[in-house]
């Protein structure tokens, strides 16, 4: 998932209870390529109000209007902060590279790296289980992403991978059961 928000500033202006926009400066993006994205403004008194961002202006190294789903309920000041989500599902390239970010789901075909690709988040779902198979203990049935997109049984990692869901149906020990994972993604 890309993750190039807006890391925590403080508003190009000030703004009023009930106004249902915010304005960043120094900022680039396009129209409305925040959309579907999330906004966290904190105030001096460790205060905080959460929106879901409709829109925004665009702004080349510029500042940038971002307009949220509701009105705000407390006033925008110098003195507040600001951190800007872009919407999770927005770009989602295969990088078998990428450590650092979370995994939206799972493609619905075989992308090639770079490549930009439907996914499936939640429900009944066929994975690739790669070469580590699905063969685990009775009742081990939870799987997790390894940072290449493989799924492991959680058992099987030492630090708290990504969780991707649960096998529909399991054999016996030690082999393979059929790679019906039930997807639960939710970011």
């Known amino acids: 998932m890309a993750d190039d928000g807006i890391a925590l500033c403080s508003p190009a202006a000030i703004q009023a209870v009930g106004d249902k926009s915010f304005t960043v400066a120094s900022q680039t993006f396009a129209l409305d390529e925040l959309r579907g994205g999330y906004a966290m403004l904190y105030t001096a008194s460790s205060s905080y109000q959460q929106f879901g961002i409709v829109g925004n202006t665009a702004a080349a190294a510029a500042t940038v209007t971002i307009y949220l789903d509701r009105k705000l309920t407390v006033a925008l000041t110098a003195t507040n902060g600001i951190e800007v989500l872009p919407n999770p599902y927005r770009y989602l390239v295969y990088d078998t590279s990428e450590a650092y970010m979370s995994h939206a789901g799972i493609p619905m075909s075989t992308p090639t790296n770079g490549q930009y ?31 290449d997109g493989q799924l492991r049984f959680a058992s099987q990692v030492t630090v708290d991978y990504q969780r991707a869901g649960f096998l529909v149906t399991k054999d016996a020990s030690g082999t393979d059961s059929p790679p019906f994972l039930m997807l639960q993604i939710s970011i």
């Open 117 to 147: 690709f439907w996914i499936q988040t939640w429900g009944i779902c066929w994975c690739n289980p790669g070469p580590y198979g699905q063969g685990g203990g009775a009742n081990e049935r939870t799987l997790c992403f390894q940072t």
